[in-house]
DNA sequence: CATGAATGAGAATTCATTCAT
DNA sequence: TATGAATGAATTCTCATTCAT
């Protein structure tokens, strides 16, 4: 008997596949990739281990598409705000006001992929994707310093202090949830110190 | 009567101790937490693992005191540099670089140490030493601040976001070996973006 | 559309489960709790080790589990006996009769219930088992106080020393099987004893 | 050089030995047979655990020692009560009661060589020990058998039943320590339940 | 094609025993 | 001779991956 696959089928599966990602994604937000074990995967996207391994081949690959992924999504957003229009050093600004805002909404998940490791194949697409955040950055920076707002510097090294200081500017408040700060003064602190970082004019 | 344990014994016994936490040490700094087992730290330290377990309670207490010696270590250096002479940008300027050319040296090791988790005994220990290298520069912006060098700003995060602007420029040209910059001008633009990030001017 | 857990499956899991339990307790009888590792479980039981956990939590709860549905059995064996008709003396007999013929069919598990203790968790529930026991024989006690059969005596002690002269000498036959007496001498002899201990006429 | 073992020496062996075996005595009547290691004991004894080798060939031995070395001191006190004067019935009363008391005054200790095995070589030993107390019994039975105090019965059977019922009625108080019958009342009641195991008459 | 029970290598830890000093 | 550091096999428990149903 010859199986015609069905609209519905395909469309089933690929539904599954987002509710493994899905699945995968929350308990690393939960609690980081030590909670994210195959079987908690199966168990909250409510299907089988089994079925975990006909949509990814390893567990290693399924973390690796959790992650970039979600990066790639995060990614989109910046680059939308740094293309967009404005002074080189308005879009600076509001693309790490947008990040800072939304890592401190779901905060373990931004810290489990900027800067937890898990095994060494999610550990060099953690990499990647921190050179993906990086290019982001770069693009601003080197528009910043065609305009002549920027003073000239290294666009590679900003671009990966950028990245690094908001990240553990971020990972402290969230490790420490009781009494932090507002978080509107938070995000703006972060914003000011690379403003300042690159821009060198107050 | 019972017997004097001999200078010589008592060398071995510190050599072991010294050795145990080399091993530990080299084996973070080459594969992180995941590759550090209690059976490779017997492996590459020379002993037995139930000769690990003379020296150290348990797995966490090793590597808690891993992480806190070689952060005790590199604490105490900037220290002296931000307490030394020359003005709070000078200082802070110096203490970054020392940072940054040390941790070129050692490069894994930094990395795993300040960004990487393991298991929550080490972690509540990791987060107390971003706290300790977090102070050592608090220290230096309220000087530049009270001295006027620098403009008002969040001591508490702008220590953070020099601690991890760093970290995150060292850790990516450690990670691809090949073809790095030269490690001088690394330093150099590292140095310059925390300069700018807290002077504001150039 | 999850599949049905098929009844051939249903019987093949408590099968195993009962398969466990039937190893542990065969290891129990033959060495004591010393033989029974988890590794020698998985062996004797034809699984794995870790197998061995999907069914129970903890060694723990397998070794409590063994030693009180033993128990539970003997005790509602002993129960029916001494709720049945008959005098106080008639059935406290039977009882007595009925432990000591059981327990020389299948002897060291019995020994190792009773006396033997392994860990706290198991030394605890190893506690109550023996005061489940205690308590069949208080009953009988009881009744036969207040029907003038038996003379006033403590009931609390009366049951103790009855589980433990039976326990006592079931025990030594048993560990050498040779040459003993037979065995309904050896069951008339302990009746005996508990009839005379508790009766005080002959 | 040829050495002389001196009278000192000589002296100051057998008080290591003795010191160990006092230690041993005494972790296991703390915490019994678990809590008793080779370390534990080097510890306590105040030696090193080399010199219990110098000692003891095995863990085993030394254990079986200190079992032994126990249950012939109660078997001896227990021996003088039994061979002494009065009647059978007195003297067995006696014996029991006198049994008990001691139990009750070190407790752990009593229980755990009566009824906790540790190892084969132990256990063995700790059989051997219930017999030698079975045997102190079992004399006494004879002779009351012999002058018609007590009626014809099985020897071996009514010492086994008298060592287990104490030990068992021992057992339970010691270990819920809290909320105990008075121990006069609770000698009393083994003594009164042994006795009248044995005479058949009140 | 989905299921989830079973696998088994590997982890941390313990401890009786040995042997270089 | 006494020491106690070192050994290493054994223990309990975990979890990514497979495969019979």
Known sequence: MAYQRSALMQERLSENRARILAAARQLVAEGGFRAASITAVARVSGLSTGAIYRYFPSKSVLFVEVLTSAVAHECEILTAIVDGD?????????????????????????????????DPDVEAARILCRRDFGDVFKRVLRAGMASGEFPKQSVDVGAACIVGAFTEALVRPVEHAGGRRSDQALVRAIVDFCDRAVGGTD
Chains 1, 2, 3, 4 share one sequence.
């Open 86 to 118: 404005g002074s080189a050093r308005e879009r600076l600004r509001a693309a790490v006001a947008s990040f800072a805002r939304r890592a401190l909404k779901g905060p373990h998940l931004a810290f489990a992929f900027i800067a937890e490791p898990a």
